[in-house]
């Protein structure tokens, strides 16, 4: 069974930094991207950024230059290192995995996996 821990959060002054990490186990495919999303309360769940096996990432405009994405393909380990917080960053931040493997058909099947969370606070 895939397992995603998330690891890192807690409380951070205005203009501070965290960073998360993400480990993933339990499956014998490869991930095929590796992500994090956030829930603030009162709000629906947003993509924050992903990253893709090959290296490819996409960030929300809201914390683009200020977030970093990075990975280790080996461990299937994910981090995101947060600087110039914010107090809207203030938020649950959740792991996202996609595991990929090839049919025999030639197409790929994907399977999705999401950590518990771990919260996020940004004092002012």
């Known amino acids: 069974q895939v397992q995603l821990v998330e690891s890192g959060g807690g409380l951070a002054q205005a203009g501070g930094s965290l960073r998360l990490s993400c480990a993933a186990s339990?499956?014998?495919?490869?991930?095929?991207?590796l992500g994090w999303y956030r829930q603030a309360p009162g709000k629906q769940r947003e993509l924050v950024t992903t990253?893709?096996?090959?290296?490819?990432?996409n960030y929300a405009d809201s914390v683009k230059g200020r977030f970093t994405i990075s990975r280790d393909n080996a461990k299937n380990t994910v981090y995101l290192q947060m600087n110039s917080l914010k107090p809207e960053d203030t938020a649950v931040y959740y792991c996202?995995?996609?595991?990929?493997?090839?049919?025999?058909?030639?197409?790929?099947?994907?399977?999705?996996?999401w950590g518990q969370g771990t919260q996020v606070t940004v004092s002012s």
């Open positions: 339990g499956s014998r495919f490869s991930i095929n991207a």
């Open positions: 996202y995995a996609r595991y990929a493997r090839v049919l025999e058909s030639g197409s790929y099947t994907y399977n999705d996996y």
């Open positions: 990253i893709t096996s090959g290296g490819s990432t």
